[in-house]
Structure formats: structure tokens, C-alpha cells
């Protein structure tokens, strides 16, 4: 073998001995991560650059175009993209850009806002790269993984790190997170919606936050959570409301006692509601409930936000603590019923709504109730509730629905011309 052949070889066999798991995983499957570029239209105020055109007219509006960008990954060859909501929101144009430059429109398909996805769906020539969702019930601490995206906007970056925990709930930017993969693989700004992928090249979580102030710490949806959803979002549009039919509070040192529970964690169901899946599954008042979907409930705020992932007819394992022993139970939830959510609006804001005139109108008012205090009128038009339009009555329950679990609620008011941001207690 000649000097030329023999480095030739001795070059190959090198690269070849380098190749580990990790680089086969990123050489197969990167091919399916997407960047997810967007626009939304924003109105913004400016001021002339005459005094007396602002003394006559006052400050004036003009449209601007923000551009976003995130990270997505292709799960169906047929071209089904997996990202996060937030990446999308309130985007008046979606394109992508796949691994070979081609940059295509996109279409949303369904987005959920509490569970922070959305699907898009975009249509090329041919079948696309695509990556398998695989389980996240199985993950280990301290398996290796593997985060794949655009951070600010440096496009196919891969990082490696470990599973850190499972099943973290934590609160950024006034929200509760629930059910989150932590990893120590780096996550930054553009990462969004991108895949978390385990060492045999599955999509095991799709990155969603970092932590502010934290370094090392990011967090993913885990797999089962995304097929759970994405299956809804993917038939409906949207995550149906579930109903599963009982209240939880916060587990005091003084009931624990009484109930000879000796941990920290867990939440006290308060009232099971006739009828209700939750009777069906045979959960009582008193009970303690120590996990929801195999994992532990620290608190009534987290078992609330992880029962929000659960779609109607998903059925789920829940654990219970009564007369000093743990007892499994399956809960399966069903479609919340309408006149439930009309209760929520009537009982917890004071007035019930209809549709009128192309728009959903307060329709009575409860004497007495913090609505009436305010001075809520008959009439009144009801345009967004948390940030949600308001078009039907379908919409108004939907949104009470995804408020349950929450303190207050925050409503668009409109009277004439004139619109009002109200919040209420709920």
C-alpha cells in the first residue's frame, strides 16, 4: 500500500472510530428539524415630526411587521411539523426552511396554548425526513440527550446533555409549567419547538423553555404528553375540554395528621360531583391524591395543570391515599359538559351570556355578584376572555373551561365604542 492509500485509510478508520452514537443519531435524524420563521402584523402609536400635526390629529398608528423564529420537527413524511404554540402566536404568516433550503408556507393545523404546541402541516414534493415520537414513561436520570434547533437563529445547532428530572412543574412569565422534561442540554432563544431526542434517535420531548437566570436548565414536553395532544389537535383543531369532576385543595400539616399521611406532597380532594368520572373511578372526598399519570402531585396547582393534558376519553392511572393505605384508580374524562361551563360563568363571575348580533352578549346578571359590583349591563359584549376571542357561545365555555383552575379571569368588555379590561375572581 502506497503512502497516499495508507493515509487515505488511516484517515477513514479515524472518523469512522469517531462516529459514536451520538453523531449517527444527529446524521440521521437532523434532516427532519425545521426552522419556523414568522410574521405578526402589530399596530404601534408614533408622533409626527410636527408639533402642530399631533396637537390636531394626536399620536397616530401604522403597522409594523415583527418577525419571529423558532425550531419544529417533521413526525410525518406527508408533512405534519411539530413546534411550540408560542412560536406561532398571534402570526399572520408561517414559513419553513428544511434542512435541504427549501422555505415553504405553512398552515396550523391545531394549537393549544396550556400545553404550549401546535401542529402545522406544509405540502412539498415527495415524501419529507421525518423522526418517531417515542415514550417518555421509560426516561432515566442521566440518560443522554440530544437538542436539535435554531437558537438565535443559527440554524441545525445541536447540543448534548442529560435528563436531569422528570416530570418538573415550575412557574416563568406569570404561568404555571407542569410536566416538563429538565435537561442540561443548552436551550436558548430560537430552540423553541425543536426536538429533545434520545440516543436511539427518538423524539422523546419537544424543547419549550429555559429557565431565567438558571444555566444548564432547560425544559421539554415530555413524548406521551405531545401524543396525547397532538392527537387531539390533529382530529379537532383544538384540545377538547375534559371533564373529570372533582376539587382539590392543598394538603395542611393538620389533615395530613389526621389522615396519618406522613409526606409533604399530595392534594386533598374537597368534593367529587355527582355522575362525574371521577365518582365512576371511584375517587371519594378525603381522599389524598398522591400521583396523577405515574407521577407525583406536589401540590392542587399541579395535579390541576397536568389534568389539563389529558383530552376526553384519554384514560389515565391516579393514586389515592385512604384509611392509611395507597389505592390505584383509572380515571377516564370525559367531554365537559356545556351546562357545567354556563354553571362556572354564573356561580364564579355573576351572569350568564348569549349570542346576539353577531357576538356574544351578557344575557343576565346575578344580584350580588362581584359582575353586578363592577357594573356589568345586559349587552354588554364579551370579546376576549384571557386573551381569547370570544366569537360563540362554544368559545365563552371553552374558555371558562381552560380558566377553572385559576384565581381570577381577565375579559375584553365592550360597550359602544368603548372596550374595558376587567378582571374578576374565579
Known amino acids: 500500500m502506497n503512502a497516499l492509500l495508507w493515509v487515505a485509510a488511516l484517515t477513514l478508520g479515524d472518523v469512522n472510530s469517531r462516529r459514536d452514537a451520538v453523531v449517527q443519531v444527529v446524521e440521521k435524524f437532523s434532516p427532519a428539524v425545521v426552522y419556523v ?84 402541516k406544509i405540502v412539498a414534493k415527495g415524501p419529507l425526513p421525518a423522526a418517531k415520537i417515542g415514550n417518555s414513561n421509560d426516561l432515566m436520570i442521566g440518560e443522554k440527550v440530544i437538542a436539535i434547533g435554531s437558537p438565535f437563529g443559527l440554524k441545525k445547532t445541536v447540543t448534548v446533555g442529560v435528563v436531569s428530572a422528570v416530570g418538573r412543574s415550575f412557574k416563568a412569565d406569570n404561568r404555571d409549567y407542569d410536566d416538563f422534561i429538565q435537561t442540561d442540554a443548552s436551550i436558548n432563544p430560537g430552540n423553541s419547538g425543536g426536538p429533545l431526542l434520545n440516543i436511539d434517535g427518538e423524539v422523546i420531548g419537544i424543547n419549550s423553555a429555559i429557565y431565567a437566570g438558571g444555566q444548564g436548565i432547560g425544559f421539554a414536553i415530555p413524548a406521551d404528553k405531545v401524543k396525547r395532544v397532538v392527537a387531539e389537535l390533529s382530529q379537532f383543531g383544538k384540545l377538547r375540554p375534559a371533564w373529570v369532576g372533582f376539587e382539590v385543595e392543598n394538603l395542611n400539616p393538620k389533615v395530613a395528621r389526621a389522615t396519618a399521611w406522613d409526606r409533604t406532597y399530595g392534594a386533598l380532594v374537597v368534593s367529587v360531583e355527582p355522575g362525574s368520572p371521577a365518582e365512576a373511578a371511584g375517587v371519594q372526598d378525603g381522599d389524598i391524591v398522591v400521583s396523577a399519570g405515574g407521577h407525583q402531585v406536589d401540590d392542587a396547582n399541579e395535579l390541576r395543570a397536568r389534568l389539563k393534558s389529558y383530552p376526553a376519553k384519554a384514560g389515565f392511572p391516579l393514586e389515592v391515599f385512604r384509611d392509611g ?74 374558555a371558562l373551561v381552560s380558566s377553572r383552575g385559576a384565581s381570577s379571569v381577565l375579559i375584553l368588555v365592550r360597550r359602544g365604542r368603548a372596550g374595558y379590561h376587567i378582571t374578576l375572581p374565579f
Open 325 to 398: 393505605k395507597t389505592v390505584p384508580l383509572t380515571v377516564t374524562p370525559a367531554e365537559f359538559p356545556p351546562r357545567l361551563a354556563d354553571e362556572l360563568g354564573w356561580k364564579r363571575l355573576g351572569f350568564r351570556v348569549k349570542a346576539a348580533g353577531g357576538a356574544i352578549t351578557v344575557a343576565a346578571i346575578r344580584p350580588g355578584s362581584n359582575a353586578a359590583k363592577i357594573g356589568f349591563q345586559p349587552g354588554d359584549v364579551i370579546s376576549k376572555v384571557n386573551g381569547r376571542a370570544i366569537a360563540s357561545e362554544n368559545d365563552w365555555r371553552e
Open 37 to 120: 420563521g414568522t410574521v405578526q402584523l402589530v399596530e404601534r402609536s408614533f408622533r409626527s415630526m410636527s408639533p402642530l400635526d399631533d396637537f390636531f390629529f394626536g399620536p397616530r398608528e401604522r403597522t409594523e411587521a415583527i418577525e419571529g423564529l423558532g425550531s419544529g420537527v417533521i413526525v410525518d413524511p406527508a408533512g405534519i411539523i411539530l413546534t411550540n404554540e408560542h412560536v406561532i402566536r398571534g402570526a399572520s404568516q408561517i414559513h419553513v426552511i428544511l434542512a435541504d433550503g427549501r422555505k415553504l408556507d405553512a398552515d396550523v393545523v391545531g394549537s393549544d396554548n396550556d400545553n404550549d404546541l401546535a401542529v402545522l
